[in-house]
């Protein structure tokens, strides 16, 4: 364990008594909630925070009355910083009448200096703030704001180390993301990524094995393999692997039985990558390819380096090879200096590769990344292009999704479904959710579902025996 890790472990130790002392005033155990906006990677560093949290004795709750509440913020466009504003304000109404609650928050947003700023004038009720580079010493950051009693701010400009070893505490028992890399270079001109999460760094390769076994010991089923680029994974590391031989060495762990990863940048996608999904089939029949624009012009203002044909060429290649993968993508509509022309060849791409799912997101100026400072479009004009594009992209991924009716596939139950308790909802290895009847004791297990309907974007099943 390295000197970081140690000073974690005694800070936690500082933490219990702090939260035994908090129980013993109050006659009850102390309950912390943990909210998470954005992508994966957060959603896996929430799990880190919720670990110390319950390593430190609090009681874990989604009730955002809890003792103590996080918010684990995104900030890859606008209205997901709106969100933590709205939200904090309820949190300020609670707070007023238990002054005892503390209040924090960290993630990607934090990383830009004139939240920090709004958020010391207009949110001063708030307790302790931290960025994503030191996440992994929320122990010691908690220790201090129960200690210092006034508002704990601490952000790093850089990561310094990796550090690995921290407790975690998974939302599912039987899947989990695994960083294999952090942060990202690409500097696409439209992304505060890179300002927010840094350069990025890979995982050795023994760590995230190791990782992954201890996973598969503990009941593990199905890893998710994060990375803002995965297919650059190895840069750096002092012997370089691929992420195609990751892969391939993650595959061999016994007891996993599914692997995903997320997200391939085209530009990176290498006939390996493409040679050993095709040929592993622990490797799940999903790949997530960020389209962005269709537009060769747009793609190369926003520093994709690709064009809308090596994409095509990309993408039909990778159907023809595993005809059984579902393709899903992310589209921009709106980036600076969009014209009908641009959409249309986005229109083509989405015709032509008739993607399973496609997430589609108005362009969000963000502070500091080249395209916040080029001239914007018109809101109704992206607008109206936003809800042309949607339309296609449902028809194809319906189209898409449908054509496994009446076939059986093996599906991961997850969860009771939402809305229907009578009903299981599992996910496919294309990713496609489908609900059906069965018992809870099944959830964790994959079962062979006879998908009878396709609803649109999910199907309607029954197991079969
Ligand atoms: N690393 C991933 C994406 C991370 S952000 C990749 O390169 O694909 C997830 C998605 O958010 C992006 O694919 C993009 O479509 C969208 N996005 C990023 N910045 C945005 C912005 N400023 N406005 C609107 N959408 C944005
Ligand atoms: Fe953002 Fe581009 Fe990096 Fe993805 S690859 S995180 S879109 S800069
Ligand atoms: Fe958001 Fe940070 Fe992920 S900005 S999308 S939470 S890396």
């Not at 958020?119 to 703030?129: A, G, H, P, T």
């Not at 921290?166 to 695994?178: A, T, W």
């Amino acid at each position: 364990m390295n000197s970081e890790a140690l000073l974690q472990t005694e800070s936690v130790e500082r933490l219990k008594s702090i939260v035994r002392g908090m129980e013993e005033e109050k006659g009850r155990k102390i309950t912390a909630c943990v909210i998470t906006f954005g992508c994966q990677m957060n959603a896996r560093d929430s799990e880190k925070l919720s670990g110390i949290l319950s390593e430190a004795g609090f009681e874990l709750s989604e009730d955002e009355a809890s003792d103590f509440v996080i918010y684990n913020t995104c900030t890859v466009r606008d209205n997901a910083n709106q969100r933590v504003y709205g939200r904090l304000g309820a949190l300020y109404a609670m707070k007023k009448k238990h002054p005892d609650k503390k209040i924090a928050l960290c993630g990607c947003m934090m990383q830009e200096p004139s939240v920090i700023e709004k958020i010391k004038k207009s949110y001063s009720f708030v307790d302790l703030i931290f960025g994503t580079h030191n996440i992994y010493r929320f122990a010691s950051l908690l220790c201090r704001m129960y200690e210092e009693g006034s508002m704990v701010v601490e952000i790093w400009d850089k990561a310094e180390t990796i550090v690995e070893d921290l407790p975690i505490v998974r939302k599912y028992p039987f899947k989990s993301g695994v960083n294999i890399m952090f942060g990202c270079d690409n500097f696409c001109s439209y992304c505060i990524v890179p300002y927010v999460r840094g350069r990025e760094r890979s995982r050795e390769p023994k760590d995230i094995l190791r990782e992954i076994e201890v996973l598969a010991a503990d009941g593990v089923k199905e890893v998710m393999l994060l990375g803002q680029n995965v297919n650059s994974y190895g840069k750096g590391l002092d012997v370089p692997v691929s992420f195609s031989e990751l892969l391939s060495m993650v595959s061999e762990i016994e007891g996993i039985e599914r692997i995903r990863f997320m997200t391939s940048h085209p530009k990176d996608l290498s006939d390996d990558l493409i040679r050993v999904m095709r040929d592993t089939p622990k490797v799940c029949r999903h790949l997530h390819l960020p389209l962005q624009s269709g537009s060769t012009k747009l793609l190369e203002v926003m520093n994709r380096r690709y064009t809308k044909d090596q994409y095509l060429e990309l993408a039909l290649r990778i159907r023809e090879a595993i005809p059984d993968l579902a393709i899903t993508t992310d589209i921009i509509v709106g980036f600076p200096g969009e014209t009908d022309e641009d959409i249309e060849d986005t229109l083509e791409v989405i015709r032509r590769v008739k993607f399973d799912n496609a997430f589609t997101f108005i362009y969000s100026p963000r502070t500091g990344t080249p395209a916040a400072s080029m001239e914007q479009v018109p809101d109704k004009l992206t607008k109206e292009r936003f809800d042309r594009l949607l339309k296609l992209v449902q028809d194809t991924a319906r189209e898409a999704v449908s054509k496994y009716e009446g076939q059986v596939m093996d599906a991961l139950v997850e969860e009771i479904n939402e809305h229907d308790p009578s009903l299981l909802t599992g996910r496919l290895s294309n990713n496609t959710i489908v609900h059906f009847p069965g018992e809870p004791s099944l959830i964790g297990q994959i079962v062979p579902v006879e998908l009878r309907e396709c609803k649109g974007f999910y199907y309607l099943g029954e197991i079969v025996i």
